[in-house]
């Protein structure tokens, strides 16, 4: 590597150039990466806002991101995780679609969910729900050998608490 060579012509020798193939005409910095004038981590021919309000963060554009696009954002993502869990579970959409079933429905719903569950045994109160302390006294029982279900199982159980 001959010490004095710059490859990408940016003025910054290849040997202290953080940023090698910076494109042609390109303004950069003395470690040879592209500037980012506005300094909101985006560089300059990257930044589709070349002047970034500095108290907004930005997304990958650079663009800056007020409360209102973030909060649609939110809500899209929440909406489309959503859809997601209703096309691999269709009755889930009574529960928490636009349009709720009645309470009662509900409850009988999760009921029915729970009963299906191979976690439906440490249901110990029969709720429809797996609670903290069904989770503790199901792991109590499975350590007392008197739950006969392997690691794998109580590993699931608490994953499914996390997820009801």
Known sequence: ????????GDGVKDIA?????TPSGVT???RGCATDEDADGVD????????????????????GLTDDMISITEDDTLATERAKMFAVYPD????????????EDQED?????????PYAK???NGDGTISVSEVYEA??????GELNVNASYINGLIDFFFEQ
Do not use: R
């Open 28 to 30: 950069v910095d003395e």
């Open 139 to 144: 792991i109590d029982k499975f350590f007392e």
């Open 17 to 21: 150039d953080y940023c090698p193939e």
């Open 122 to 124: 440490v249901d110990y």
């Open 109 to 117: 719903l999760q009921a029915e969910i729970m009963n299906a569950s």
């Open 44 to 63: 300059d021919p990257s930044d589709a806002e070349a002047n970034t309000n500095p108290e907004l963060n930005v997304n990958k554009e650079g663009v």
């Open 1 to 8: 590597m001959d010490a004095d060579s710059d490859s990408d």
């Open 92 to 103: 889930m959409k009574k529960v928490y679609g636009s349009n709720k079933a009645s309470k």
